[in-house]
């Protein structure tokens, strides 16, 4: 099985959860603005994070560490 491109240290591959957080017909968004260089700046995320070792899904999505 070649993997290629998906082994390369340069970018890891990391466990994450998103979570689609909806009330009303509306959903939670967050809009990333601060950090001019941040790869998703002025982008429209979801809520979410990347799992820890150990670290169940829910935990990572509603309390943070």
């Known amino acids: 099985m070649n993997l290629g491109a998906f082994m390369n240290p340069e970018f ?3 466990s994450t959860t998103l979570c689609y957080l909806e009330r009303d017909d ?3 968004m967050l809009h990333r603005i601060k950090k001019q260089d941040d790869y998703n700046h002025d982008k429209w995320i979801g809520v979410g994070g990347k799992f820890e070792r150990f670290l ?10």
């Open 56 to 65: 169940k899904a829910r935990r990572t999505v509603c309390c943070g560490k």
């Open 26 to 28: 509306a959903y939670l």
């Open 12 to 14: 890891p591959i990391f």
